[in-house]
Nanobody, 124 residues
Framework: QVQLAESGGGLVQAGGSLRLSCAASGRTFNSYHMGWFRQAPGKEREFVGA?????????SYVDSVKGRFTISRDNGKSTVYLQMSNLKSEDTAVYYCAAGSSLGLVISGTADYWGQGTQVTVSS
């Protein structure tokens, strides 16, 4: 099994940047596709981005973050990152890390494992 722990959230001004980290523990991290999701108060959980297990040869982003967010992973450190730039107030949400054996299922929100979330608040 895999345990996931997000960090790096906080309060930033619009236009600023944050880098979220998701540290994984357990076995077979390198075999899992990874994803980031977010959920704002009163809204449904939303897919943000995903990266394949094989050194990020395939990536996917929701349209609203393309060009601003970058997902990456360091399998040697068992960590996946979400670099967030040019943040907007609409990005305010709790961000969750997810892991799964199928990239498509991760993107669809049916990942095998989930972290506890980290709060990102963007002020304007």
């Amino acid at each position: 099994q895999v345990q996931l722990a997000e960090s790096g959230g906080g309060l930033v001004q619009a236009g600023g940047s944050l880098r979220l980290s998701c540290a994984a523990s357990g076995r077979t991290f390198n075999s899992y596709h990874m994803g980031w999701f977010r959920q704002a108060p009163g809204k449904e959980r939303e897919f943000v981005g995903a990266i394949s297990w094989y050194a990020g040869s395939r990536v996917s982003y929701v349209d609203s973050v393309k060009g601003r967010f970058t997902i990456s992973r360091d399998n040697g450190k068992s960590t996946v990152y979400l670099q967030m730039s040019n943040l907007k107030s609409e990005d305010t949400a709790v961000y969750y890390c997810a892991a799964g054996s199928s990239l498509g299922l991760v993107i669809s929100g049916t990942a095998d494992y989930w972290g506890q979330g980290t709060q990102v608040t963007v002020s304007s």
